[in-house]
């Protein structure tokens, strides 16, 4: 997905960093939040290539069912 897509299927992230070439976009669900990492491959708009998740104390969570929380919200 590239971020028009993310932000248009999670909503507004809670940050969003920009790094050299790559791109942080971070959604909080009510229990944890994603950090996906965006890259440009070739000519075409940068693409999410790697996903975190964690709750709030830290540990590492299913990025899937973090997703899952924050589409619910």
Excluded: W
């Amino acid at each position: 997905m590239t971020a028009g897509e993310l932000i248009q299927h999670f909503g507004k992230p809670r940050l969003q960093i920009v790094e050299g070439e790559g791109t942080k976009l971070q959604f909080a669900g009510p229990n944890c939040l994603m950090d996906v990492y965006l890259y440009a491959s070739g000519s075409g708009a940068p693409r999410a290539t790697h996903i975190e998740a964690r709750n709030a104390q830290g540990a590492d969570v299913s990025a899937q069912s973090c997703a899952a929380a924050i589409e619910r919200r």
